[in-house]
């Protein structure tokens, strides 16, 4: 899991968080206003992506370091609608799990977002573009985007208790180590199995309804022919 | 190959679980208890430092009283989830059929 838990970073770590959260998560909003104004075809597009954040982020899954972990499922949603609704949709289910479920909390919301929802997801996007633009095969680029976008909300998660907390002896880069052995590790087969939980998704979305993926021009034209032929082989 | 990427992630679901089983039984002979989420282990290596958290859930809504509790909340965000996903890929895929098959 990648929250940390609440009162578990001190002043001025927390406001630091918060402060650098606000304005995406604003930012996000407005995107997603626009969204809903002018775009109301790919509102189907939005719900799957918010349905797979709230499952994948429910599911503990153990791991091979005899801890246990969730998927964050913020990829369909980071690669089609970009990470600033992202951090909405990550921010709805993070203020779920903090206010309820005792999973991060309010103080620490502002350092979960960072990760889960804007760092992660930002990765995830722009993995993606870059990947897309040089030619990648798109399933691939899928997988690498999704597998990135979880793994590095992780290595946020390690990062932003290594500032808080540097070690005695070695300082920032020593506690960061030591945080990335607990989260990242255990996250890399998670982070695998999400990936490929994408790949599939995106081919039913291909398959279901592709003019939604050309609408957010995930894909082009000529590049989603390809991937359809690719399909019916 | 229809199929190549389900059953590739099948296959990966196969081996994920089957890590875990052969971690299980080392870390049960070991006698530990394990499985537990890394936000307790780091909060744990925090706390190791001598580090008190200064607020908890508990402040200003709850924290789940119990493990069961939990789970019914957790299931329930997975339902909801569950629920959007399962509706509109419906209604995706029966509009793909009526456009196909008019009558």
């Not at chain 1, 369909?76 to 999973?103: C, D, E, K, M, R």
């Amino acid at each position: 899991m990648m929250h940390i838990m609440e009162g578990f970073l001190p002043s001025p770590w927390w406001q630091i968080w918060w402060i650098l959260a606000l304005p995406c998560l604003i930012y996000g909003f407005y995107k997603l206003k626009k969204i809903m104004e002018t775009n109301r075809e790919v509102l189907p597009l939005l719900g799957v992506a918010a349905g797979f954040i709230f499952v994948l982020s429910a599911l503990k899954l153990p791991s091979v370091t005899g801890s246990c972990s969730h998927p964050t499922g913020t990829a369909l949603s980071a690669i089609t609608f970009g990470p600033w609704i992202t951090a909405v949709l990550g921010f709805i289910v993070l203020l779920f799990q903090a206010l309820f479920l005792a999973h991060g909390g309010l103080t620490t919301l502002g350092a979960n977002m960072v990760s889960m929802a804007i760092v992660g997801p930002f990765v995830g996007y722009y993995v993606y573009r870059g990947l897309n633009k040089v030619n990648v095969n798109f399933f691939l680029t899928v997988f690498i985007a999704a597998f990135l976008c979880d793994l590095m909300t992780y290595v946020v998660t390690a990062l932003e208790l290594a500032l808080a907390f540097p070690a005695v002896s070695g300082g920032l880069l020593a506690s960061f180590i030591a945080f990335l052995s607990v989260f990242a590790v255990t996250q890399v087969p998670i982070a695998i199995i999400e990936g490929l939980v994408f790949v599939v998704i995106f081919k039913y979305i291909i398959i279901l309804k592709p003019d939604l993926l050309l609408k957010m021009k995930v894909l082009t034209a000529d590049k989603m022919e390809k991937v359809k032929g690719g399909l019916e082989e | 190959m229809k199929y190549l990427f389900e059953i590739i992630t099948v296959i990966a679901l196969i081996v994920f679980t089957g890590v875990f089983l052969y971690t299980d039984t080392i870390i049960q002979a070991a006698g530990g208890e394990g499985w537990e989420g890394t936000d307790g282990v780091g909060s744990e290596m925090v706390e190791e430092l001598g580090y008190e958290p200064w607020i908890d859930n508990s402040d200003y809504t709850f924290t789940p009283p119990s493990g069961e509790i939990e789970s019914c909340l957790f299931a329930l965000q997975a339902v909801f989830g569950g629920l959007l996903i399962g509706w509109i890929f419906g209604s995706l895929a029966t509009e793909r059929r009526i456009k196909k098959n008019p009558n």
